[in-house]
């Protein structure tokens, strides 16, 4: 049985299960039957009765539902009469329009095959018991998938827009230092052209003086 929540939940989300234990099955005597307290859960369409409360949920997604407990119940079904056989037979004589008339109908002919009062009802104790388990097995399976589904990627992506922000701040910063840079290579490139313009300048200055100079050195001095 714990595994029958991920078995409904897979249909609509994918859930992985690497162990897959059997499941639990209700007691096959009526010695073993413990009977259990009663449980405060709606039944919205019940699998056995053709009694049903509005909802909003899509027509389809009832229908898998529906499907999934009633192989629920037929799964856990107890060998000979009990509410489950009671269910089917006022479900199959729904034509007949007075309600207390298909009840006792139902039980007269379930009763010749050993099913008494008690045990009506100590089975629909039961019934209402595999549902409770099975809503809990459910719902923390929904648990589990929502963690890692929705909650763990919604982390995620936080720490990727976080990254994204981290980046975009990065990005912004090396920008305004290549604009720094490239006004430094313009001032370098400038300084470097007028440095070589002076210093070619003023080496033909001292070539020509020199050589003058060696000329006259030449004419005065004997």
Do not use: C, W
């Amino acid at each position: 049985m714990a595994n029958f929540g991920k078995k409904i939940l897979s249909a609509f989300v994918e859930v992985s299960d690497d162990k897959k234990p059997e499941a639990e099955k209700p007691p096959e005597t009526k010695e073993n039957y413990q009977q259990p307290e009663p449980l405060p859960i709606a039944i919205g369409t019940s699998t056995f009765s053709s009694t049903t409360v509005n909802n909003s949920y899509a027509p389809a997604a009832n229908s898998k539902f529906k499907e999934y407990f009633d192989k629920l119940f037929s799964e856990a079904n107890i060998p000979g009469p009990d509410y489950f056989e009671f269910s089917k037979m006022i479900e199959a004589m729904q034509a007949v329009p007075d309600e207390q008339v298909r009840y006792i109908t139902a039980f007269a002919g379930l009763s010749v095959q050993g099913l008494d009062k008690q045990k009506l009802l100590t089975t629909a104790s039961q019934y209402l018991q595999l549902l409770q388990t099975d809503a809990n097995n459910f719902h923390s399976t929904v648990d589990a998938a929502l963690q890692e589904k929705v909650h763990e990627k919604k982390r995620q992506m936080e720490e990727k827009e976080k990254r994204i922000q981290q980046l975009t701040q990065e990005i912004s910063m090396l920008q305004n230092e290549m604009l720094n840079m490239q006004n430094e290579i313009k001032e370098n490139e400038a300084k470097i052209a007028a440095n070589t313009g002076g210093y070619k300048y003023e080496s033909e200055v001292m070539k020509d003086r020199i050589g003058r100079d060696m000329e006259k050195i030449k004419r005065y001095i004997q």
